[in-house]
């Protein structure tokens, strides 16, 4: 497809949002469209599924939880994601596929390879062609959200969070050519200038 797809992983507190925005700077200064996007919350239909998986109240169980974010997956690159590269933008997105491997595979302990398949389904294969992992200590992480309210994924105890991050680095062992893995310690614009370096091949 003619345009770009690119998405930002990272436990909570790694700074994804920080280097969309700057990302996004950049790429518009040199004259490229930019398209923002998220999971879940993409979309209108994605905010509402959003909420339910986010801020609903008691139990949910695993495998409602996995569907519920293929069934926003599904809709955010059916409507918003894909026409956006067949238009030859550049798509940034906050959370994937990888996102759901590593929070639902390795944090709820479902088969990984069900909820990929799941999510490949979701979103007709499509896979980013670059995705940047910003790898930070789950102890670190919490930190950074101090004084915030938590949501229900980021109220998991510390354990779930840690089998988190390993889930990501094994995604990222395994496809080395799609992923990009920074520290997220390291300075705000060393991470930025990392990223413009990897991003630059791909314009």
Same mark, same amino acid.
Do not use: C
């Given at each position: 497809?003619?345009?770009?797809?690119?998405?930002?992983?990272?436990?909570?507190?790694?700074?994804?949002?920080?280097?969309?925005?700057?990302?996004?700077?950049?790429?518009?200064?040199?004259?490229?469209?930019?398209?923002?996007?998220?999971?879940?919350?993409?979309?209108?239909?994605?905010?509402?599924?959003?909420?339910?998986?986010?801020?609903?109240?008691?139990?949910?169980?695993?495998?409602?939880?996995?569907?519920?974010?293929?069934?926003?997956?599904?809709?955010?690159?059916?409507?918003?994601?894909?026409?956006?590269?067949?238009?030859?933008?550049?798509?940034?997105?906050?959370? /994937?596929?990888?996102?759901?491997? $590593?929070?639902?595979?390795?944090?709820? =302990? %479902?088969? &990984? @390879?069900?909820?990929? +398949?799941?999510?490949?389904?979701?979103?007709?294969?499509?896979?980013?062609?670059?995705?940047?992992?910003?790898?930070?200590?789950?102890?670190?992480?919490?930190?950074?959200?101090?004084?915030?309210?938590?949501?229900?994924?980021?109220?998991?105890?510390?354990?779930?969070?840690?089998?988190?991050?390993?889930? /990501?680095?094994?995604?990222?062992? $395994?496809?080395?050519?799609?992923?990009? =893995? %920074?520290? &997220? @310690?390291?300075?705000? +614009?060393?991470?930025?200038?990392?990223?413009?370096?990897?991003?630059?091949?791909?314009?």
């Amino acid at each position: 497809m003619p345009g770009r797809f690119i998405t930002l992983e990272g436990g909570d507190g790694s700074g994804k949002s920080t280097q969309s925005a700057l990302l996004t700077q950049w790429l518009e200064a040199a004259g490229h469209t930019v398209e923002h996007s998220r999971e879940p919350g993409g979309t209108p239909l994605g905010l509402e599924l959003r909420d339910i998986i986010l801020h609903r109240r008691g139990y949910m169980a695993p495998r409602a939880e996995a569907l519920l974010y293929a069934a926003d997956r599904a809709h955010n690159i059916a409507t918003k994601v894909r026409p956006a590269i067949e238009r030859g933008e550049i798509v940034i997105q906050d959370r /994937y596929i990888d996102s759901s491997v $590593a929070y639902q595979g390795a944090g709820r =302990v %479902l088969d &990984a @390879t069900e909820i990929r +398949d799941l999510s490949l389904w979701a979103s007709e294969g499509l896979l980013p062609d670059l995705t940047i992992l910003l790898d930070l200590d789950p102890t670190v992480g919490r930190g950074r959200l101090e004084g915030k309210k938590y949501d229900r994924l980021e109220a998991e105890a510390l354990d779930f969070h840690q089998r988190v991050r390993e889930g /990501y680095l094994a995604l990222a062992a $395994a496809e080395p050519d799609r992923f990009l =893995v %920074l520290p &997220a @310690t390291d300075s705000i +614009d060393a991470i930025a200038e990392r990223i413009r370096e990897r991003v630059q091949p791909l314009l």
